[in-house]
């Protein structure tokens, strides 16, 4: 399973999470019980299904929670404006890459 993140607009704290390489929908299902499914594809050049959650978090704190109990490491991508910053989690040592070297 591979998984990327990102969070619908900057003021808001609604997050979306794109999920590839996964072996049946029944192992979504218990990791997305309580987000909602807005969108499912295919990426015919590696054969894989494509499936898309939502779900909107309380604050950020509640969002780094559940990020970090994620089952596989993923990328949450944050673009404000044209700085945009890529997030490992589950994320053990607070380092942050940023795309435009800041």
């Not at 089952?71 to 890459?97: A, C, M, S, Y």
Request: glycine residues 2%; positive net charge; charged residues 30%.
């Amino acid at each position: 399973m591979k998984a990327v993140a990102w969070r619908e607009t900057p003021l808001d704290l609604c997050y979306r999470i794109q999920i590839v390489s996964f072996k049946s929908k029944a192992e979504l299902r218990n990791i997305f019980h309580d987000w909602k499914e807005v969108a499912m594809g295919w990426n015919i050049k590696y054969n894989d299904r494509v499936m898309i959650y939502s779900k909107k978090f309380k604050n950020e704190e509640e969002w780094t929670a559940w990020a970090n109990t994620f089952p596989v490491p993923f990328l949450e991508k944050r673009t404000w404006g044209e700085k945009t910053t890529i997030i490992q989690h589950p994320n053990t040592d607070k380092k942050r890459e940023n795309k435009n070297g800041i």
